[in-house]
């Protein structure tokens, strides 16, 4: 049976990430900072009754004593880690950089960007030794060098996310190529994170507009977490990458949109 680890999967796409694999008979490591939204996760989840294990750890993806804990404990318990998954991530104040203070400057890179470093650190010695693994990492607005105002930090780190995840890709595949390394990019998801800033910080106050862009593109985690989890399940190359909303999804959506086919996850006067 193999075991799957998700970082940041006490709610949305991680959570719904670790359903998947959980349904689909894999042993599921749930780790998160958030300890309640954690035990709401394990509970949901022992409502299948797969035959699969489920281990869950409150880890803080910026601390390497965490990290390090969770390997050691999850390799002393079920012997391997097949595949991680790098998810935990924060959204910022919609501000300009100058408004931003230094506090949510660096513990945004340090979640964001330098958690998703770390635990690749820690984890890729494992897999390597195992000689097999996988390790995917989560893009977000940014990686396609997008730039909108309010976004600067964190499409800041999530471009360094899609550079970092090449280079490691290129490291494991000049290093025995034993541990596939690979993106994910899951588009819009309707989650506590487009509408509040730094985990579980201030509300972000979303414009009539973005309500309404959310509202055709934006999709539930689920659904997103179905057709990844099915790509990761199949793949077998190193740097791969798995898009959900591709070019011709948006498009087909906003053509869908101006014959009023649209989703109301928000009330919006547009
Ligand atoms: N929601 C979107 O539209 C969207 C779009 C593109 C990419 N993403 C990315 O998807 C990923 C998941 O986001 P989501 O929408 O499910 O958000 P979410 O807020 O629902 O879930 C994020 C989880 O990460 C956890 N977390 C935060 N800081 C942590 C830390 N230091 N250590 C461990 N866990 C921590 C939170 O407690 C939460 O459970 C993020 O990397 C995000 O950048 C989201």
Do not use: H
Not at 83 to 89: E, L, S
Request: glycine share 8%; proline share 2%.
């Amino acid at each position: 049976m193999k075991t799957v680890v998700i970082t940041g999967s006490a709610r949305g796409f991680g959570y719904a990430m670790i359903e998947e694999f959980y349904k689909k008979g894999f042993n599921v490591v749930l780790c998160d900072i958030n300890y309640e939204e954690l035990k709401n996760a394990k509970k949901k989840l022992e409502f299948f009754n797969k035959k699969g294990i489920i281990l869950s750890y409150k880890m803080d993806v910026t601390n390497e004593d965490d990290i390090i804990k969770v390997i050691d404990s999850v390799l002393e318990k079920l012997g391997r880690i097949d595949i991680w998954i790098n998810n935990a991530g924060v959204n910022q104040p919609m501000d300009p950089i100058w408004e931003l203070s230094s506090n949510v400057i660096n513990r945004l890179i340090d979640i964001d960007l330098k958690g998703t470093i770390l635990c690749s650190k820690f984890i890729m010695p494992v897999m390597i030794k195992q000689k097999s693994g996988a390790i995917y990492n989560v893009e977000g607005y940014g990686s396609n060098n997008a730039t909108m105002s309010g976004l600067s930090i964190y499409g800041t780190s999530k471009r360094a996310v899609t550079y970092f995840t090449e280079a490691l890709a290129k490291e494991s595949k000049d290093n025995g190529n034993y541990v596939n390394v690979g993106k994910i990019t899951p588009g819009i998801m309707i989650t506590n994170f487009i509408g509040t800033s730094m985990g579980d910080g201030d509300k972000i106050n979303l414009s009539e507009k973005t309500k309404n862009v959310y509202n055709i593109l934006g999709d539930k985690p689920e659904v997103i977490a179905k057709y990844m989890v099915d790509k990761i399940c199949k793949n077998k190359s190193n740097n791969a990458k798995f898009v959900w909303l591709t070019t011709r999804r948006a498009v087909f959506r906003f053509i869908g949109a101006m014959f009023g086919r649209k989703n109301s996850y928000f009330d919006n006067k547009e």
